[in-house]
Nanobody, 114 residues
Framework: QVQLVESGGGLVQPGGSLRLSCAAS???????MGWYRQAPGKQRELVAG???????NYADSVKGRFTISRDNAKNTVYLQMNNLKPEDTAVYYC?????????WGQGTQVTVSS
């Protein structure tokens, strides 16, 4: 079992950047990791994922703007978000998955507004 804690959210103007971090309580090396987001009144959606082998995938809406990365030595996953748009406003959640096991963080709020 692994516990996940997200940080780095906040209020940013359109066009700005934020870097989210997801710190795990133990080793994440075997886990596929992902960042999800949920806006008010909408379903939770996958933003970006990274496998244990560091293959990445992105939602079409964030391709070219967001970058997911992992540092297994620090048990941390990152989401670099550039050129933020108001529609990126949501609670962002980190998730670790290994076979049938899924673990979620508590989320961090990202608000993009002028």
């Amino acid at each position: 079992q692994v516990q996940l804690v997200e940080s780095g959210g906040g209020l940013v103007q359109p066009g700005g950047s934020l870097r989210l971090s997801c710190a795990a309580s133990g080793s994440i090396s075997i886990y596929a990791m992902g960042w999800y987001r949920q806006a008010p009144g909408k379903q939770r959606e996958l933003v970006a994922g990274i496998t244990s082998g560091e293959r990445t995938n992105y939602a079409d809406s964030v391709k070219g703007r967001f970058t997911i990365s992992r540092d297994n030595a620090k048990n941390t996953v990152y989401l670099q978000m550039n050129n933020l748009k108001p529609e990126d406003t949501a609670v962002y959640y980190c998730m670790a998955t290994y076979y049938e096991y899924d673990y979620w963080g508590q989320g961090t709020q990202v608000t993009v507004s002028s």
